[in-house]
Every structure is written in structure tokens, then in C-alpha cells.
């Protein structure tokens, strides 16, 4: 039976996560048998955004794809640098002018695979409706890939959910990040559309999303702004790995995975 490994990663966050990806990715791709690594790049820099140095070092660690969300602008060259490759893609429901793309295509092992970006609009920006958004790109791209991923970047766990039963069966791996908080709820939905809600992060595990503790304490105990610190100490890479059955063409497990 022949297999296609997808590895899915949360929001990299600050630079001691890019150097964890760095030192560990190649070898967990690896010894699991991975064919395609995608994973969230918003939170790389040091005070959020990603640019195009970070965004380099990612792809030749072993992420095959970037994806983003709201924080993908903080950067001043990302803009430029996000029309300038195919491998780093934004949310697909900004308005048309928007630098970059929101989906992208990838040959792996002979077969193409369209990945999409999107973001939700429940306690987000009020961004393009993200249902139809993807809908369009499907109906542009159809006949012209063998497999489907959808990225969504979204607060709401419900949104997320109904996104993927709406697409069930229509695209074969979806996902979720942005609250950086892993969800335990992988699993193949009745249309046969792998599955799970959120990654988490890759970033430091003593942390509130990746942010020194106290200071988001601090934060939500006085209610003053405060200035974000990425928290030191251990960094750990949390995603999960969808396998693919390339016979049948269907999604055969999803497992979280942490390294
Ligand atoms: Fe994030
Ligand atoms: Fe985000």
C-alpha cells in the first residue's frame, strides 16, 4: 500500500522556534515517512509577522508551505516577498489587491496538491465570507489537482468545525491555528475530509501563547497595555500528521503529533 504522510505544524512563534524546526524537522520528517510538511509562520519574528530571512531558513528546515493569518504583516518586506514566491500564502478572503496569494499548488512523489489559506470572521476581521471564498477557489482549480488541503485561521472553534462539514468531502485535510492551543478532536468526518480543530503552536512551552506568562497577567489583571516578550526556556512543535492511502485516495489517519 502506498502512503502519503502530510505533516501539519501550529503557529511558529519567535525565533528559538525556528531554530527548533531547524535543529529537529529534518529528522522527524525523516523517521515518519513525511512527504509534505506545512506549517503557520504569522508568529516567527521576534514582535509577530514573518519575514523573508525567517521565511527562507523554514523552507530550507523542512517546511514545504507556509501559511498565515492576521499577524503575517508586521514585517516590512513580506509584502514584496509574499508576490515574489509560491510558497508562502495568506489568508485568501483579504480583498483582491492583497499582496501574495491565498492558495498555492505543490507536486509531491508525482501528484499536485492544492493548498488553500483561509480566515474566519468570528472574533476576527471582518475579512471576505471564508465558505464561498473556498468554494471559488475549488471551482477555479477543479480537474486541476489530486489532493486538497484547507487552512483555516480562525478564533471560533465552531466556525472551524462547520467550515469542515461543509467542505467534508470535498477536501481531503483541513485544519486549524491561530489560538495556539491544541484541540483533541482529530478525526475523519462521515464524508471521509480528515480533520482536527487546532494544532497549537511550535513556541515555548512555559508560555501563554508563546508570550512570557507574567506578562499576560499582568495584561488581564489591570487591563494596561503591556509589551510582549517571547517566553524563554523549552520549545516544543505541536501539529498533527494526516496520512493519505494513494489507492483509494482517502484519508486513512490523523494523528497529533509533539516534538
Ligand atoms: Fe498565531
Ligand atoms: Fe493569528
Known amino acids: ?22 535543529r529537529h524537522l529534518w ?43 492576521n499577524h503575517i504583516w508586521h514585517k516590512r518586506d513580506i509584502r514584496e516577498y509574499l508576490d515574489s514566491t509560491d510558497a508562502v500564502i495568506r489568508p485568501a478572503n483579504y480583498r483582491t489587491t492583497t499582496p501574495g496569494s491565498g492558495y498555492t499548488k505543490i507536486n509531491v512523489d508525482g501528484y499536485k496538491y492544492l493548498v488553500i489559506n483561509v480566515m474566519g470572521v468570528v472574533y476576527m476581521d471582518p475579512l471576505d465570507n471564508p465558505f464561498y471564498t473556498v468554494d471559488r477557489i475549488l471551482n477555479h482549480e477543479s480537474g486541476h489537482y489530486d489532493f486538497s488541503v484547507l487552512y483555516i485561521h480562525d478564533e ?26 491544541t484541540t483533541a478532536d482529530e478525526r475523519i468526518l462521515p464524508r471521509g475530509s480528515g480533520y482536527i480543530t487546532d494544532l497549537g503552536m511550535c513556541g515555548p512551552v512555559d508560555s501563554v501563547l508563546g508570550i512570557r506568562s507574567e506578562i499576560i497577567i499582568e495584561k488581564l489583571t489591570t487591563n494596561m497595555p503591556v ?15 494526516f496520512t493519505l492511502d494513494m489507492e483509494s485516495k482517502r484519508i486513512t489517519s490523523i494523528q497529533r503529533v509533539k516534538f
Not at 509577530?48 to 498565515?68: C, E, K, M, R, Y
Open 1 to 22: 500500500m502506498s502512503l502519503s504522510r502530510i505533516l501539519t505544524i501550529g503557529d511558529i512563534v519567535g525565533p528559538q522556534a525556528v531554530e527548533h524546526l531547524n
Open 27 to 69: 529528522d522527524f520528517r525523516r523517521l515518519n515517512d513525511i512527504n509534505l510538511t506545512i506549517a503557520n509562520g504569522e508568529n516567527a519574528c521576534t514582535g509577530n509577522g514573518l519575514d523573508a530571512q525567517t521565511s527562507n531558513l523554514l523552507l530550507s528546515s523542512g517546511v514545504d508551505i507556509i501559511t498565515s493569518g
Open 156 to 181: 471560533a472553534t465552531s466556525e472551524k468545525l462547520a467550515m469542515a462539514h461543509y467542505f467534508d468531502g470535498r477536501i481531503d485535510i483541513m485544519f486549524g491555528t491561530h489560538t495556539h492551543v
Open 227 to 241: 509589551r510582549f516578550e517571547i517566553a524563554e526556556g523549552p520549545v516544543e512543535a505541536c501539529g498533527a500528521v
